[in-house]
């Protein structure tokens, strides 16, 4: 049985403008619109306090949600959730031996979950924003998130609904494309439409900055020093730049 489906509409502009969704189902999907309007609020923790409360309960009871980033559409759920992270797989038709990154709020959250060996500043250089940082795993990271491997990448993306997001779970999200495996990447919740009915909420967060669709890029900073671009994504060359530049690591041939 499929779960009910919440499509949230959150436009992070000037007007804070928010619409919400209620639907059974995706053909029932203009069933009722409500939209808000707080010119004042500083971020989603006002107007969008409702969007982020059904999100962080659905996040809870175990279920998979689609929401914005700084880069594509993400599909996200607790990282510390066995089910909830095999459930992603299910959905996407992932192969089970690609890893999922995980997303925080705060950069003070990523000494948890990962052994950090890169200064604070360095960082706090880099996030939030589009780039993913691979570590070492913690011990305290669940087990059965990327079994495979002793590594993990984390995220904090730059953008403030998932953010807060993070916050309001208290605890990293497993976060991966919102798409079928080996498609597209998405930048509009039209687009990963098929992948509706087996989501327990979608927030719409309009169309996402300059559609590259390249995603985060992705680099290994787990042997001190040194640094591995493993995907180059949207911000492979500033990246570089902080790295090298800016904090002396050099590139390893060797990973």
Not at 18 to 25: G, I, R
Not at 247 to 253: D, I, T, Y
Request: some cysteine; charged content about 20%.
């Amino acid at each position: 049985m499929l779960p009910e489906l919440a499509v949230f509409g959150w436009r992070n502009h000037v007007s804070r403008s928010w619409s919400k969704v209620w639907t059974k189902s995706v053909s029932q999907m203009a069933a009722k619109v409500m939209r808000t309007r707080d010119a004042a609020a500083p971020g989603p923790v006002n107007g969008g306090a409702e969007i982020l409360n059904c999100t962080v309960k659905a996040l809870k009871q175990g279920q998979v949600v689609a929401v914005p980033t700084d880069t594509i559409y993400g599909l996200a759920c607790l990282a510390q959730n066995s089910e909830a992270v095999k459930k992603i797989y299910d959905i996407k038709g992932r192969n089970g031996q690609k890893p999922l990154a995980i997303c925080v709020g705060e950069i003070h959250d990523i000494y948890r979950y990962c052994k950090v060996n890169v200064t604070e500043a360095l960082l706090s250089d880099l996030l939030p924003g589009p780039v993913t940082l691979v570590f070492e795993r913690s011990e305290v990271l669940n087990k059965d998130l990327n079994p495979f491997t002793s590594l993990v990448g984390v995220r904090i993306p730059d953008h403030a609904f998932i953010r807060r997001l993070c916050q309001m779970s208290e605890q990293p999200l497993a976060l991966t494309s919102a798409n079928i495996s080996s498609h597209t990447s998405t930048v509009e919740v039209n687009e990963f439409k098929e992948l509706w009915p087996k989501l327990a909420v979608v927030v719409d967060g309009g169309p996402i900055g300059d559609q590259c669709r390249l995603g985060s890029t992705v680099v290994d900073l787990s042997v001190l020093g040194k640094y591995k671009i493993i995907r180059p994504g949207c911000a492979r060359s500033s990246t570089v730049d902080v790295l090298e530049h800016k904090h002396g690591l050099s590139e390893n041939s060797d990973l």
